[in-house]
């Protein structure tokens, strides 16, 4: 527990920026990804002690509705599932001094279905912790400036942007979403051209 607090309560430089900020621009290449079901539970939550009270069922909505935001945007054939546990979170209070003012933070875990093959993608499931943007500047807790709901939003749009971050990753180095996706090669484009000559 005390290296969960420790984590949760990380200040400043290790903050993200805003998860949600690149939303009007075009989706990052996944493949021939296509989100199917977008489960979020919360079945053994840890609230980092000091941290505001938050509704469970309002935060596993939020962050189902930040998955939705970020995920329906793409539109391949292939489906695929999600399985998201919120492991832990710290909502930072108002009170506390600047001095040390910290940081909201929350820790999920996901799994990864591809429903095609009927199998899990990640053999265990994936950690990410995500720590609140630094939009109210790097002193000021955002205990003072945000409410309850606001802070978690924001972390779940964090959280959301890593799951991306980490599907893309696996997509470039074990192509999870390539299958089915052919790209000619430029011999075989070669090939072709001097058979049609």
């Not at 189902?64 to 979170?89: C, K, M, N, P, W």
């Not at 072709?192 to 000559?197: L, S, T, V």
Request: a negative charge; hydrophobic letters at 40%; charged letters at 25%.
């Amino acid at each position: 527990m005390m290296r969960l607090t420790g984590a949760m309560l990380l200040v400043g430089v290790l903050a993200a920026c805003n998860g949600a900020a690149d939303l009007g621009k075009p989706a990052v290449p996944l493949g021939d990804f296509k989100l199917a079901h977008n489960i979020v539970v919360a079945p053994k939550i840890q609230k980092v002690p000091l941290s505001r009270e938050l509704e469970t069922e309002v935060m596993t909505k939020m962050l189902q509705e930040a998955v939705s935001e970020r995920f329906d945007r793409y539109d391949g054939t292939r489906l695929y599932h999600f399985g998201i546990s919120i492991e832990s979170y710290f909502l930072a209070p108002p009170g506390v001094p600047v001095v040390a003012a910290p940081k909201s933070a929350m820790i999920i875990r996901i799994t990864v279905w591809d429903d095609a093959e009927n199998k899990k993608l990640t053999e265990k499931a994936h950690q990410i912790t995500v720590l609140e943007s630094l939009d109210q500047g790097p002193l000021v807790g955002s205990g003072y400036t945000k409410t309850a709901e606001e802070q978690f939003k924001n972390l779940s749009q964090n959280a959301v942007k890593q799951i991306e971050n980490f599907l893309v990753k696996k997509n470039a180095e074990e192509g999870w979403f390539s299958e089915g996706v052919i790209t000619a090669k430029p011999d075989d484009d070669a090939a072709k051209a001097d058979e049609a000559g």
